[in-house]
Antibody, heavy 114, light 111 residues
Framework: QVQLVESGGDVVQPGRSLRLSCVAS????????MHWVRQAPGKGLEWVAT????????YYADSVKGRFTISRDNSKDTLYLQMSNLRGDDTAMFYC???????WGQGTLVTVSS | QSVLTQSPSVSGAPGQRVTISCTGS?????????LHWFQQRPGAAPRLLIY???HRPSGVPDRFAGSRSDTSATLVITGLQAEDEADYYC???????????FGTGTKVTVL
């Protein structure tokens, strides 16, 4: 069965960096586009970033452009989100999501606080 | 600020029919991009409920139905059940933003 397992969430101070990981299994990762979606506490869903199956094409929400970088390692079936210059409004649950948004991980919590 | 607008909440008694609307614009729903619906129960990750406007993934009851028209879309739940109490989000792609957009979300309460 399809599984997406995120990790890397933590409590970090404003301005610091953090890298999230998502290990995929149960499907052919290397042929699937992947996304990161986040949800601030008590708020709605916000798309963050998308990478094509081969990592050559990437899209970002304006709110994270220039600060976040999505990447993947198809040899490890792993998706990443490198986050830098974190701000308080980046506090959220971050979900790893498969191509047509049909499978979601359980999320990893990022808290930005001094 | 989301570009897809949903009514904040709807409610109904068990067995009733409820409708959730999603209003967009010519750069997303009106441009013909697929419209998806997600259900999110408290404390859980979102679940794909309807994809490509009106298709149900395996395992989703046929009580859920989606449709679209011009710059809007609708999710209808017929025969409302207690387990349907959740938040519902629409989602599409926006050509002006060059990215995906989610609706503001609708909370469904079963009375």
């Amino acid at each position: 069965q399809v599984q997406l397992v995120e990790s890397g969430g933590d409590v970090v101070q404003p301005g610091r960096s953090l890298r999230l990981s998502c290990v995929a299994s149960g499907f052919t990762f290397r042929t699937s586009a992947m996304h990161w979606v986040r949800q601030a506490p008590g708020k709605g869903l916000e798309w963050v970033a998308t990478t094509s199956y081969d990592g050559r094409t990437k899209y970002y929400a304006d709110s994270v452009k220039g600060r976040f970088t999505i990447s993947r390692d198809n040899s490890k079936d792993t998706l990443y989100l490198q986050m830098s210059n974190l701000r308080g409004d980046d506090t959220a649950m971050f979900y790893c999501v498969r191509e047509i948004f049909d499978y979601w991980g359980q999320g990893t919590l990022v808290t930005v606080s001094s | 600020q989301s570009v897809l607008t949903q009514s904040p909440s709807v409610s109904g008694a068990p067995g009733q029919r409820v409708t959730i609307s999603c209003t967009g614009s010519s750069s997303n729903i009106g441009a013909g991009y697929d419209l998806h619906w997600f259900q999110q129960r408290p404390g859980a990750a979102p679940r794909l409920l309807i994809y490509a406007n009106n298709h149900r993934p395996s395992g989703v009851p046929d009580r859920f139905a989606g449709s679209r028209s011009d710059t809007s879309a609708t999710l209808v739940i017929t025969g409302l059940q207690a387990e349907d109490e959740a938040d519902y989000y629409c989602q599409s792609f926006d050509s002006r933003l060059s990215g995906y957009v989610f609706g503001t979300g609708t909370k469904v309460t079963v009375l």
